[in-house]
């Protein structure tokens, strides 16, 4: 069964791309729409009533910080999971892991977590973190390892390692159930890390060939240490009644891009160390021409948005054809958003969801049961 979830966008919304983001300044050339909680409510409402499973809440200089959003919003929603973007080393673990435990008690069980490692070395130091790319892949190793530790030992954790010591550590409470650790990035170094230590790989949406080459790395790694994992993709969504809406959609959004825009980001973001963006910029060429570069995947958000830059466009039976080619290869974790993203919701919701629970992909999540929505605790 097929799992989605939305995206909340703590740096504002617009019925146009919002352009920067990892490490780069957010702009629109559309009238904006303010991130406030009221308006955070409306999506995370929706999303909850529509059937997503969860909503992603990044973290970065370039938006609200996740962990009160997701705190302030689960005391106004319901059922509604929350996958909060962590970034190891700007916290101690013993912290970060007590934090989690608090959230998942107090929201009756709703936190999912996102380790992010930080890709962008100018960015990072804005936080006085001032490690390398590398360094910051083993910083999150060992971070994780004593996040893990905490959930799962009996006995006070002692831990030395090069980045983090801690001694004697423990938490008031262990969350239950446990979180399952989602975890991006398409370096080298980034596998092992994943594989070691957390529960779902998750991919920037490239074309499925590209896609399922990872998995197979991945899914590799995995075997090597006796460990079953998940994956999942972030995906951008433009569905419409009919294909040739959904065109004319992406190509409204594309002419609200101007060329000194473009410049603008695609400058800033080929600074960025990070493997996954390389491939997005990739995708892209940083041209309007040439974007659709698999059957109904369009590349036109990543020439001014880092980060996930592709989009699913075509009619809703297209979209869902394209989910259930990419569920095909492995994929059970559907991350999506769109522009504006509470407008997309429903467009997603009404039209694509129902197609999928047609084909026996997708159920709503409080028609599952119960058994369903639990994590099976880390397994080494």
Not at 127 to 138: C, H, L, M, N, P
Not at 142 to 167: A, C, K, M
Not at 207 to 223: G, Q
């Amino acid at each position: 069964m097929l799992d989605f979830h939305w995206f909340l966008p703590t740096y504002g919304d617009s019925r146009g791309i919002i352009g920067g983001g990892h490490g780069t300044r957010t702009r629109t050339s559309a009238q904006p729409r303010s991130a406030s909680l009221t308006y955070l409510r409306q999506i995370s409402t929706a999303a909850e009533q529509l059937g997503f499973e969860g909503l992603l809440i990044p973290t970065g200089a370039w938006c609200e910080d996740a962990w009160i959003t997701a705190a302030m919003l689960s005391s106004i929603t319901e059922r509604i999971k929350f996958l909060v973007a962590l970034r190891p080393g700007l916290m101690s673990p013993t912290l970060a892991a007590q934090m989690a435990a608090t959230f998942q008690w107090q929201s009756g069980g709703r936190l999912l977590l996102n380790v992010v490692t930080g890709g962008e070395d100018h960015e990072q130091r804005t936080y006085g973190d001032f490690e390398d790319k590398d360094s910051r892949y083993a910083r999150a190793s060992e971070f994780l390892q004593i996040f893990n530790d905490l959930w799962r030992s009996p006995d006070p954790v002692d831990f030395t390692g090069r980045y983090h010591q801690v001694e004697s550590a423990t938490i008031p409470r262990r969350p239950e159930p446990t979180p399952p650790l989602y975890f991006g990035g398409s370096s080298p170094a980034a596998g092992p890390v994943f594989a070691d230590h957390c529960d779902v790989y998750l991919t920037w949406g490239e074309p499925p060939a590209a896609v399922e080459k990872k998995l197979t790395w991945i899914n590799a790694l995995a075997e090597e240490r006796h460990r079953q994992v998940e994956h999942g993709i972030r995906l951008h969504i433009i569905s419409r009644d009919t294909s040739q809406e959904a065109w004319t959609e992406a190509q409204r959004l594309l002419d609200g891009i101007s060329p000194e825009q473009i410049e603008f980001v695609q400058a800033s973001l080929k600074r960025s160390q990070s493997e996954g963006q390389r491939r997005m910029l990739e995708l892209n060429q940083g041209s309007k021409d040439g974007l659709e570069v698999s059957p109904n995947l369009w590349a036109g958000v990543g020439l001014v948005r880092g980060g996930a830059g592709t989009a699913l466009v075509g009619s809703h039976r297209e979209v869902a054809d394209r989910i259930a080619e990419y569920a095909e290869i492995g994929l059970t974790k559907f991350v999506m958003s769109g522009f504006p993203h509470l407008e997309e919701a429903y467009w997603f919701g009404e039209g694509v969801l129902p197609l999928l629970a047609e084909r026996g992909l997708w159920t709503h999540p409080e028609a599952r049961p119960a058994a369903d929505t639990l994590h099976v605790p880390f397994a080494s």
